[in-house]
Antibody
Framework: QVQLKESGPGLVQPSETLSLTCTVS????????VHWVRQPPGKGLEWMGI???????DYNSALKSRLSISRDTSKSQVFLKMNSLQTEDTAIYYC?????????????WGQGVMVTVSS | DIQMTQSPASLSASLGETVTIECRAS??????LAWYQQKPGKSPQLLIY???SLHTGVPSRFSGSGSGTQYSLKINSLQSEDVASYFC?????????FGAGTKLELK
């Protein structure tokens, strides 16, 4: 069955770089897209970016200067890197799947990983 | 960016009651609208896609409707397990955007 699982550090220092990994199973990264979505504690959801089945990426313009998404298809892993972290980046980070590169919702979500930005 | 305005922000209802949550897009999103349910401490789960299609395994008491810029989620015969937050999302155009959410509680 389709599964996604995020992993990464729970605590990041301000101004440092966040690195997260999303390990997927039950589908191929070359057939479906993977998105990153984050949710500050007690708040709403923010779409961060996508890596499409063909490997191209697109980012939320609010994060574009700091964000990079890549993948290793041989390991079924998608990576998020975001630099210059601030306290407002404290959030639960989710990876999600959409069947197509556009026009389809997020049908599977990972469990999420809580990232706290603090010294 | 397409703005999604969701209402109400919170809602209190009794078991067996019917509840409706609304979502308005800042421009036509041509039914590219999904509803998600998020229970405390859990990740969001897809309920409705394409404005009115029920995702696999979702109980039939959930339904979606709307078109253009106005959409709604209806829950018939509210059950205790429906206590959760609900979010709308447009996936018509990037960046995909979400409504601020509706927190549903039991009265």
């Amino acid at each position: 069955q389709v599964q996604l699982k995020e992993s990464g550090p729970g605590l990041v220092q301000p101004s440092e770089t966040l690195s997260l990994t999303c390990t997927v199973s039950g589908f191929s990264l070359t057939s479906n897209s993977v998105h990153w979505v984050r949710q500050p504690p007690g708040k709403g959801l923010e779409w961060m970016g996508i890596i499409r089945s063909g490997g191209s990426t697109d980012y939320n313009s609010a994060l574009k200067s700091r964000l990079s998404i890549s993948r290793d298809t041989s390991k079924s892993q998608v990576f998020l890197k975001m630099n210059s972290l601030q306290t407002e980046d404290t959030a639960i980070y989710y990876c999600t799947r959409s069947v197509y590169n556009s026009g389809t919702p997020f049908d599977y979500w990972g469990q999420g990983v809580m990232v706290t930005v603090s010294s | 960016d397409i703005q999604m305005t969701q209402s109400p922000a919170s809602l209190s209802a009794s078991l067996g009651e019917t509840v409706t949550i609304e979502c308005r897009a800042s421009e036509d999103i041509y039914n590219g609208l999904a509803w998600y349910q998020q229970k405390p401490g859990k990740s969001p789960q897809l309920l409705i896609y394409n404005a009115n299609s029920l995702h696999t395994g979702v109980p039939s008491r959930f339904s979606g409707s709307g078109s253009g810029t106005q959409y709604s989620l209806k829950i018939n015969s509210l059950q205790s397990e429906d206590v959760a937050s609900y979010f709308c999302q447009q996936y018509y155009d990037y960046p995909y955007t979400f409504g601020a959410g509706t927190k549903l509680e039991l009265k």
